[in-house]
């Protein structure tokens, strides 16, 4: 029995019910926890496909490593940064991870407001309330919404901080670079815009670092969504303001960056024949999926946010989303629920598997 055919068997036995008196409820679930997923369903680790990250399935084959990579301490290579440059077109600063990088937000920047998408990574949120920053929203579902609420703020109050994950995870929002510069430079000079392009290597044309940045931007990249490793925890901070850069160097540790990290991510920066024939993958992955998900809108009463090269979005009933949800788990098939309100919420569906 297909996931589909599975999905309407349960539909057609139950009835709709609350998100939250549902058996497996998973809202508090970030992604990417096959032992949470295991414990719950019964199924081993080894037998999910797991489709709730939004990471590459086709990841950068680890190349062969010196012994020297695990043994030394792990200092910044000038190979390993030069690669960094190579790849983003600008000099950048390496985290373990992006995550480290909005840890260290609140002590980074000045304590203004913060203007944050309504849906949309929401760690950003957390660490800036716990720093007891103000904090409001602007929409991010769709576009012509989220222009006029982010303009509309910063002109009413141009001394905010304001955060774009560009594109929108799971929402697939986008922002042209024009767009966010013209934010940019109407918010005050010690309000920065944070764009975060996690999921940026797809398409690397729309990325901001395309140009010098403004004195007032800070772009977050994270490695291992796109090439699919995960497990290094490597992100790279980029910013032309030197006040932030040596506030963020000064913090960081010298060998926050592990020895096996480094070596691959300098080899993958650099193959350039590798990215290509990735992003072209992609590409007909998600072509793939197409037909199911189209039925799996239609059999949901839901809506298809985007098609995004590294997860697809579906918003639905909420009702829906959990039995649609479970249907896929019962199959192996680990997914995510993103709620956006008391009725509706977003079934991210990652490329990879067969649903």
């Not at 920053?133 to 579902?141: G, N, T, V």
């Not at 703020?153 to 799971?170: C, E, K």
């Not at 918010?187 to 004195?215: C, H, K, Q, Y």
Request: with cysteine; glycine share 8%; net charge negative.
């Amino acid at each position: 029995m297909t996931v589909i055919e599975l999905f309407a068997l349960q539909q057609s036995q139950t009835q709709p019910q609350k998100n939250d008196d549902l058996p497996w409820n998973d809202l508090g679930f970030h992604g990417g926890d096959l032992y949470w997923a295991a414990e719950r369903f019964g199924r081993p680790v080894d037998q999910w496909i797991d489709l709730s990250t939004g990471v590459n399935p086709n990841s950068y084959p680890i190349p062969d490593v010196k012994a020297a990579d695990y043994q030394r301490l792990p200092y910044l290579s000038p190979e390993f940064l030069a690669s960094i440059e190579g790849y983003y077109g600008q000099p950048g600063i390496p985290v373990s991870g992006s995550q480290q990088a909005i840890d260290l937000l609140p002590g980074m920047l000045k304590k203004l407001p913060v203007l944050l998408p309504e849906v949309g990574y929401k760690g950003y949120e957390k660490i800036f309330r716990q720093a007891d920053f103000y904090c409001q929203h602007y929409p991010s579902l769709d576009k012509a919404s989220a222009m006029i609420a982010i303009m509309d703020a910063i002109t009413l109050n141009p001394n905010q901080h304001v955060v774009i994950i560009n594109p929108n995870n799971p929402t697939g929002l986008i922002f042209t670079p024009e767009e966010l510069l013209e934010f940019a430079k109407l918010l005050a000079p010690d309000a920065m815009l944070i764009v975060d392009e996690a999921f940026m290597d797809v398409t690397p044309e729309g990325s901001m670092l395309n140009d010098r940045l403004l004195l007032n931007v800070l772009v977050f990249r994270s490695f291992g969504k796109f090439f699919g490793l995960a497990g290094l925890r490597l992100g790279v901070v980029f910013t032309s303001n030197t006040a932030l850069i040596n506030r963020l160097d000064s913090t960081l540790d010298p060998w926050r960056i592990n020895g096996l990290a480094q070596a691959v991510a300098t080899k993958a920066y650099s193959d350039n024949t590798w990215q290509s024939a990735a992003r072209e993958q992609l590409a007909t992955q998600k072509t793939k999926h197409q037909a199911k998900l189209l039925t799996l809108v239609n059999q949901t009463q839901g809506r298809l946010l985007v098609r995004q090269g590294l997860f697809s979005a579906i918003i639905m009933p909420a009702s829906m989303a959990q039995h649609a949800w479970q249907a896929l788990a019962l199959k192996g098939i680990l997914t995510r629920q993103v709620p956006v309100s008391s009725e509706k919420t977003i079934l991210r569906i990652g490329i990879g598997g067969d649903f």
